[in-house]
T-cell receptor
Framework: DTGVSQNPRHKITKRGQNVTFRCDPI?????LYWYRQTLGQGPEFLTY????????KSRLLSDRFSAERPKGSFSTLEIQRTEQGDSAMYLC????????????FGDGTRLSIL | AQSVTQLDSQVPVFEEAPVELRCNYS??????LFWYVQYPNQGLQLLLK??????LVESINGFEAEFNKSQTSFHLRKPSVHISDTAEYFC????????????FGKGTSLLVTP
Protein backbone atom coordinates (compact mmCIF):
# COMPACT_ATOMS: atom_id res chain seq x y z
CA ASP A 1 0.00 0.00 0.00
CA THR A 2 1.92 3.00 -1.30
CA GLY A 3 -0.89 5.48 -0.72
CA VAL A 4 -2.56 7.88 -3.13
CA SER A 5 0.00 9.64 -5.30
CA GLN A 6 -0.56 13.00 -6.95
CA ASN A 7 1.63 14.71 -9.52
CA PRO A 8 2.85 17.33 -9.75
CA ARG A 9 2.89 18.63 -6.17
CA HIS A 10 3.05 22.20 -7.35
CA LYS A 11 2.08 23.81 -10.64
CA ILE A 12 2.57 27.45 -11.54
CA THR A 13 1.12 28.65 -14.80
CA LYS A 14 -0.04 31.78 -16.55
CA ARG A 15 -3.69 32.65 -16.86
CA GLY A 16 -5.20 31.16 -19.98
CA GLN A 17 -2.94 28.12 -20.10
CA ASN A 18 -4.14 24.52 -19.81
CA VAL A 19 -2.98 22.30 -16.97
CA THR A 20 -3.33 18.60 -16.24
CA PHE A 21 -2.95 16.81 -12.93
CA ARG A 22 -2.55 13.11 -12.35
CA CYS A 23 -3.74 10.92 -9.50
CA ASP A 24 -2.68 7.33 -8.88
CA PRO A 25 -5.03 5.75 -6.33
CA ILE A 26 -4.25 2.86 -4.06
CA UNK A 27 -4.12 -0.29 -6.12
CA UNK A 28 -7.47 -2.13 -6.33
CA UNK A 29 -9.42 0.87 -5.08
CA UNK A 30 -12.47 1.16 -7.28
CA UNK A 31 -13.57 4.64 -6.32
CA LEU A 32 -11.62 7.79 -7.03
CA TYR A 33 -12.59 11.31 -6.00
CA TRP A 34 -11.42 14.80 -6.88
CA TYR A 35 -11.79 17.74 -4.49
CA ARG A 36 -10.70 21.37 -4.59
CA GLN A 37 -9.54 23.21 -1.49
CA THR A 38 -9.00 26.96 -1.38
CA LEU A 39 -7.15 28.75 1.38
CA GLY A 40 -8.99 28.68 4.67
CA GLN A 41 -11.81 26.51 3.36
CA GLY A 42 -12.77 22.90 3.53
CA PRO A 43 -12.42 20.70 0.46
CA GLU A 44 -15.19 20.97 -2.13
CA PHE A 45 -16.33 17.93 -4.07
CA LEU A 46 -15.70 18.04 -7.81
CA THR A 47 -16.35 14.55 -9.17
CA TYR A 48 -15.95 10.84 -8.56
CA UNK A 49 -15.41 7.64 -10.52
CA UNK A 50 -16.46 4.08 -9.91
CA UNK A 51 -13.84 2.21 -11.94
CA UNK A 52 -13.76 4.06 -15.28
CA UNK A 53 -17.29 5.47 -15.02
CA UNK A 54 -17.71 9.08 -13.92
CA UNK A 55 -20.81 8.83 -11.73
CA UNK A 56 -21.24 12.29 -10.26
CA LYS A 57 -20.10 15.81 -11.06
CA SER A 58 -20.46 18.92 -8.95
CA ARG A 59 -21.74 22.18 -10.40
CA LEU A 60 -18.25 23.50 -9.58
CA LEU A 61 -16.96 21.41 -12.46
CA SER A 62 -17.47 23.96 -15.21
CA ASP A 63 -17.02 23.12 -18.89
CA ARG A 64 -13.37 24.15 -18.57
CA PHE A 65 -12.76 21.17 -16.31
CA SER A 66 -12.60 17.59 -17.45
CA ALA A 67 -11.67 14.44 -15.59
CA GLU A 68 -10.95 10.99 -16.92
CA ARG A 69 -10.11 7.56 -15.59
CA PRO A 70 -9.69 5.63 -18.82
CA LYS A 71 -8.72 2.20 -17.52
CA GLY A 72 -10.14 2.44 -14.05
CA SER A 73 -6.72 2.99 -12.54
CA PHE A 74 -5.09 6.44 -12.59
CA SER A 75 -7.09 9.59 -13.23
CA THR A 76 -6.35 12.97 -14.79
CA LEU A 77 -7.97 16.31 -14.13
CA GLU A 78 -7.54 18.94 -16.83
CA ILE A 79 -8.34 22.61 -16.56
CA GLN A 80 -8.51 24.55 -19.81
CA ARG A 81 -8.04 28.31 -20.13
CA THR A 82 -7.10 28.70 -16.48
CA GLU A 83 -8.40 31.67 -14.49
CA GLN A 84 -7.19 33.34 -11.30
CA GLY A 85 -10.02 31.71 -9.39
CA ASP A 86 -8.69 28.26 -10.25
CA SER A 87 -5.79 28.76 -7.84
CA ALA A 88 -6.30 26.09 -5.19
CA MET A 89 -5.13 22.75 -3.85
CA TYR A 90 -6.57 19.88 -5.87
CA LEU A 91 -6.97 16.74 -3.79
CA CYS A 92 -7.51 13.20 -4.96
CA UNK A 93 -8.86 10.41 -2.77
CA UNK A 94 -9.65 6.76 -3.25
CA UNK A 95 -11.63 4.07 -1.52
CA UNK A 96 -12.18 0.37 -1.97
CA UNK A 97 -15.82 0.67 -3.00
CA UNK A 98 -19.32 0.34 -1.67
CA UNK A 99 -19.65 1.24 1.98
CA UNK A 100 -16.20 2.78 2.19
CA UNK A 101 -15.89 6.59 2.42
CA UNK A 102 -12.90 8.33 0.85
CA UNK A 103 -10.36 7.91 3.57
CA UNK A 104 -7.16 7.79 1.61
CA PHE A 105 -6.23 11.23 0.33
CA GLY A 106 -3.19 12.23 -1.63
CA ASP A 107 -1.09 15.21 -0.60
CA GLY A 108 -2.62 17.30 -3.38
CA THR A 109 -1.46 19.42 -6.29
CA ARG A 110 -1.19 23.12 -5.51
CA LEU A 111 -2.07 25.22 -8.53
CA SER A 112 -1.00 28.86 -8.71
CA ILE A 113 -2.19 31.07 -11.54
CA LEU A 114 -0.03 34.09 -12.35
CA ALA B 1 -28.55 19.46 0.00
CA GLN B 2 -26.43 18.90 3.07
CA SER B 3 -24.32 21.53 4.81
CA VAL B 4 -21.88 21.58 7.70
CA THR B 5 -21.11 24.36 10.15
CA GLN B 6 -17.99 24.25 12.27
CA LEU B 7 -18.63 26.78 14.94
CA ASP B 8 -15.04 27.63 15.82
CA SER B 9 -12.40 28.56 13.26
CA GLN B 10 -9.59 28.37 15.81
CA VAL B 11 -9.28 26.61 19.14
CA PRO B 12 -6.18 27.26 21.24
CA VAL B 13 -5.64 24.86 24.13
CA PHE B 14 -2.88 23.89 26.52
CA GLU B 15 -1.27 20.48 26.38
CA GLU B 16 -3.08 17.83 28.46
CA ALA B 17 -6.25 19.91 28.63
CA PRO B 18 -9.57 18.62 27.23
CA VAL B 19 -10.91 19.94 23.96
CA GLU B 20 -14.18 19.96 22.04
CA LEU B 21 -14.48 20.91 18.39
CA ARG B 22 -18.06 21.65 17.46
CA CYS B 23 -19.86 20.57 14.31
CA ASN B 24 -23.49 21.02 13.31
CA TYR B 25 -25.07 19.82 10.10
CA SER B 26 -28.29 20.31 8.21
CA UNK B 27 -29.88 17.82 5.88
CA UNK B 28 -33.33 16.81 4.71
CA UNK B 29 -32.23 13.18 4.39
CA UNK B 30 -30.32 10.72 6.54
CA UNK B 31 -26.57 11.20 6.43
CA UNK B 32 -23.25 9.73 7.37
CA LEU B 33 -20.87 11.90 9.43
CA PHE B 34 -17.10 12.10 9.45
CA TRP B 35 -14.16 13.88 11.00
CA TYR B 36 -10.94 14.32 9.02
CA VAL B 37 -7.59 15.72 10.16
CA GLN B 38 -5.15 17.61 7.95
CA TYR B 39 -1.54 18.31 8.89
CA PRO B 40 0.34 21.13 7.11
CA ASN B 41 1.02 20.48 3.42
CA GLN B 42 -0.64 17.08 3.55
CA GLY B 43 -3.88 15.52 2.44
CA LEU B 44 -6.72 14.60 4.76
CA GLN B 45 -6.82 11.55 6.99
CA LEU B 46 -10.04 9.98 8.17
CA LEU B 47 -10.20 10.29 11.96
CA LEU B 48 -13.56 8.66 12.65
CA LYS B 49 -16.94 8.09 11.11
CA UNK B 50 -20.55 7.51 12.07
CA UNK B 51 -22.53 5.32 9.71
CA UNK B 52 -25.02 3.59 12.01
CA UNK B 53 -25.27 1.87 15.36
CA UNK B 54 -23.76 3.33 18.50
CA UNK B 55 -23.89 7.10 18.46
CA LEU B 56 -20.50 7.34 20.19
CA VAL B 57 -17.57 6.60 17.91
CA GLU B 58 -13.91 6.53 18.83
CA SER B 59 -10.60 6.84 17.02
CA ILE B 60 -7.40 4.98 17.79
CA ASN B 61 -5.64 8.10 19.09
CA GLY B 62 -8.10 9.06 21.82
CA PHE B 63 -10.60 11.23 19.96
CA GLU B 64 -14.31 10.51 20.15
CA ALA B 65 -17.42 12.02 18.61
CA GLU B 66 -21.08 11.65 19.44
CA PHE B 67 -23.86 11.77 16.91
CA ASN B 68 -26.84 13.71 18.28
CA LYS B 69 -29.72 13.50 15.84
CA SER B 70 -32.06 15.83 17.74
CA GLN B 71 -29.43 18.56 17.87
CA THR B 72 -27.97 17.68 14.45
CA SER B 73 -24.50 17.74 15.93
CA PHE B 74 -21.35 15.63 15.74
CA HIS B 75 -18.89 17.25 18.13
CA LEU B 76 -15.34 15.95 18.42
CA ARG B 77 -13.76 15.58 21.85
CA LYS B 78 -10.51 14.51 23.42
CA PRO B 79 -9.97 14.41 27.19
CA SER B 80 -6.26 15.26 27.05
CA VAL B 81 -4.55 16.73 23.98
CA HIS B 82 -0.92 16.46 22.89
CA ILE B 83 1.28 18.89 20.99
CA SER B 84 1.10 16.48 18.05
CA ASP B 85 -2.67 16.99 17.81
CA THR B 86 -2.05 20.46 16.39
CA ALA B 87 -3.72 20.35 12.97
CA GLU B 88 -6.76 21.39 10.97
CA TYR B 89 -9.89 19.35 11.66
CA PHE B 90 -12.75 19.03 9.20
CA CYS B 91 -16.25 17.77 9.84
CA UNK B 92 -18.00 16.28 6.80
CA UNK B 93 -21.36 14.82 5.84
CA UNK B 94 -22.54 12.63 3.01
CA UNK B 95 -25.88 11.27 1.93
CA UNK B 96 -26.63 7.67 2.73
CA UNK B 97 -26.43 5.49 -0.37
CA UNK B 98 -24.54 8.11 -2.32
CA UNK B 99 -21.03 7.83 -3.63
CA UNK B 100 -19.76 9.43 -0.42
CA UNK B 101 -19.52 12.80 -2.11
CA UNK B 102 -18.55 14.57 1.07
CA UNK B 103 -19.61 18.09 2.04
CA PHE B 104 -17.00 19.57 4.35
CA GLY B 105 -17.15 22.34 6.91
CA LYS B 106 -14.65 25.17 6.77
CA GLY B 107 -12.41 23.54 9.33
CA THR B 108 -11.23 24.22 12.87
CA SER B 109 -7.59 24.93 13.54
CA LEU B 110 -6.52 23.25 16.78
CA LEU B 111 -3.40 24.75 18.29
CA VAL B 112 -1.93 22.92 21.28
CA THR B 113 0.72 24.76 23.28
CA PRO B 114 2.89 23.63 26.20
Amino acid sequence: DTGVSQNPRHKITKRGQNVTFRCDPISEHNRLYWYRQTLGQGPEFLTYFQNEAQLEKSRLLSDRFSAERPKGSFSTLEIQRTEQGDSAMYLCASSLGTGDPPQHFGDGTRLSIL
Amino acid sequence: AQSVTQLDSQVPVFEEAPVELRCNYSSSVSVYLFWYVQYPNQGLQLLLKYLSGSTLVESINGFEAEFNKSQTSFHLRKPSVHISDTAEYFCAVSRIRSGYALNFGKGTSLLVTP
